[in-house]
């Protein structure tokens, strides 16, 4: 039960930092970004599986490997943002979390525009002349 080790781990972080957090706040900021990338960590294994079995299942279907790598890339940076605008909101800092999260999404569109491009086709490629 993988749950319960990180639901463990969330509450012990939590009832430390609640206690470091009068005394010293910056350990208890500290000990808040690395709780957080400890349970980061501890869901790679199981992002790595997943993006392993959805590569299979493209392989199979005959599609372009350049698309899901595109799609991969696209998940990557909205986990990636949200996870450090999270640890910047903890830190009190939400006008730098807003900034992380337009990154991450300008990012993901830049990212996004081939693909479109290439639904457009397809769509006026079916439309009749």
Known sequence: MEIIQVVGIGLLSTVLILVLKEQKPMFAFLLTTAAGILIFLFLIGKIGTILGTLERVAESSGMEMIY?????????????????????????????ASKIELTGKVLIMVLAVPIISIIIETVMKLLPA
């Open 68 to 96: 899901l790598k595109t799609v991969f890339k696209i998940i990557g940076i909205s986990y990636i943002a949200e996870f450090g605008a999270q640890i910047v909101r903890d830190a009190g800092q939400e006008s730098i």
